[in-house]
C-alpha cells in the first residue's frame, strides 16, 4: 500500500532530477532523517552528506545519534572525520561539503545532504561569506559561562547585517555569532562570492506529540545502548569534563552526572527536557530559512 509520504515523494520527481541538483532532507532531531535519506539514496543511487555538527566526532556515537547501520551500503560523507575534543566549525564544513560536492558531481553521482543543523544546510545552500571570519584569541571562552538569556540580550545589542544568519539553537553558536558580530565592528568583509547551490529541500515535520514521544523513547534506547559507558570511555582517553559539556544535550548532561552534579532522575529528566526544546528551537530555524528564501517541501 502507497502511504502519504511515498506519492509526494513520487510527485517530487526526485529520480528524474538533474545530477548536479542536490537533495536535501532535513528536520528536527528523531524525526527520521537518516531512515529516507538512505531510502531514497537506494532508490536513486545516491551518495549521503551528513549535515550534522557533532556526527563529526569518532566515539561519540550513542550521543550523536549515527545509527551508522543504517545506511548500509550507501555511502556517507563527514562522520567520523575529526577527533572527540577538537572543534569543528562552520567554515570547515563549507569546506569539505564543496571538496565532497565537487568530487561526487565529476563522478556523476547523485548527492544528498541530510541533517538537522541548520545553520550548515541554509550555509551552504545560499553561501556564508561570515565563515571564514577568524576567531578573537580568547573572547569566545570568556563567554562559555554566561547562560542562554544573558547571551540573547548581549546578541540584541550589535547592529547585525541583514544576510547574516545566527542559529540559535544552541549556545556556541550564539557565542560565535556575538564573537563575528564583534569582528564586524572594526572590520570590513569583502562581498561574498557564492552562488546558490541548485537544491530541492525536503523537510520532515512530525506532529509535535508524536515527535516529543520518540525523543523519549530513543533517549531511553540510547541510556540503555551504553549512553552513559560511551562518555565514560571518552573521560578515560582525556576528553575533559570542560570539553564534554560544549558539544551540549547528552554529553553535557551526562558529564553533569558523572560528577555529582545532578542525580540520575534530575539528569534524565533535564536531559529530556532540553532536547525537547533543541527540537522546537531547530523548527524555529527552518521556518527562519524559509523567510530567507529557501523553499522547504515539508512532510508531516
Same mark, same amino acid.
Given at each position: 500500500m502507497i502511504n502519504k509520504q511515498q506519492l509526494f515523494l513520487s510527485s /517530487?520527481?526526485? !529520480?528524474? /532530477?538533474?545530477k548536479e541538483k542536490v537533495i536535501v532532507i532535513l528536520g528536527p532531531t528523531a524525526s527520521g532523517k537518516t531512515a529516507l535519506a538512505v531510502k531514497i539514496?537506494?532508490?536513486i543511487k545516491a551518495e549521503i552528506i551528513s549535515a550534522d555538527s557533532r556526527q563529526v566526532y569518532r566515539d561519540m556515537n550513542i550521543g550523536t545519534g549515527k545509527d551508522l547501520c543504517e545506511y548500509g551500503d550507501v555511502p556517507y560523507h563527514l562522520i567520523n572525520i575529526c577527533e572527540p575534543g577538537e572543534k569543528y566549525h562552520l567554515g570547515q564544513f563549507i569546506a569539505d561539503f564543496q571538496q565532497i560536492y565537487q568530487s561526487l558531481l565529476l563522478q556523476k553521482k547523485r548527492i544528498i545532504l541530510c541533517g538537522g543543523t541548520g545553520l550548515y544546510i541554509q550555509s551552504v545552500i545560499q553561501g556564508? +561569506?561570515?565563515a571564514q571570519i577568524p576567531s578573537l584569541p580568547g573572547f569566545k571562552e570568556g563567554l562559555y559561562g554566561f547562560e542562554m538569556d544573558q547571551l540573547l540580550?548581549?546578541?540584541s545589542q550589535?547592529? +547585525?547585517?541583514?544576510? =547574516? =544568519?545566527?542559529?540559535? !539553537?544552541?549556545?556556541?553558536?550564539?557565542?560565535?555569532?556575538?564573537?563575528?558580530?564583534?569582528w564586524l565592528k572594526t572590520n570590513t568583509i569583502p562581498l561574498s562570492t557564492n552562488e546558490n547551490l541548485d537544491s530541492i529541500v525536503i523537510g520532515l515535520n512530525p506532529e509535535v506529540s508524536l515527535r516529543r514521544q520518540k525523543i523519549s523513547n530513543r533517549l531511553d534506547q540510547r541510556l540503555q545502548d551504553g549512553l552513559i559507558q560511551e562518555v565514560q570511555t571518552l573521560i578515560k582517553k582525556g576528553i575533559s569534563h570542560a570539553e564534554l559539556q560544549y558539544y551540549g544535550l547528552e554529553y553535557k548532561y551526562v558529564s553533569k552526572y558523572l560528577l555529582g552534579e545532578l542525580t540520575y532522575d534530575d539528569f534524565h529528566k533535564k536531559l529530556e527536557t532540553e532536547i525537547h526544546r533543541y527540537a522546537k528551537r531547530q523548527m524555529t530555524y527552518f521556518r527562519k530559512m524559509e523567510k530567507d528564501g529557501i523553499k522547504i517541501n515539508w512532510i508531516d
Open positions: /517530487l520527481a526526485l !529520480s528524474e /532530477l538533474p539514496a537506494k532508490e556564508n +561569506k561570515y540580550n548581549r546578541l550589535y547592529d +547585525k547585517p541583514h544576510d =547574516f =544568519f545566527i542559529d540559535l !539553537s544552541t549556545k556556541k553558536r550564539i557565542i560565535r555569532g556575538i564573537e563575528i558580530l564583534e
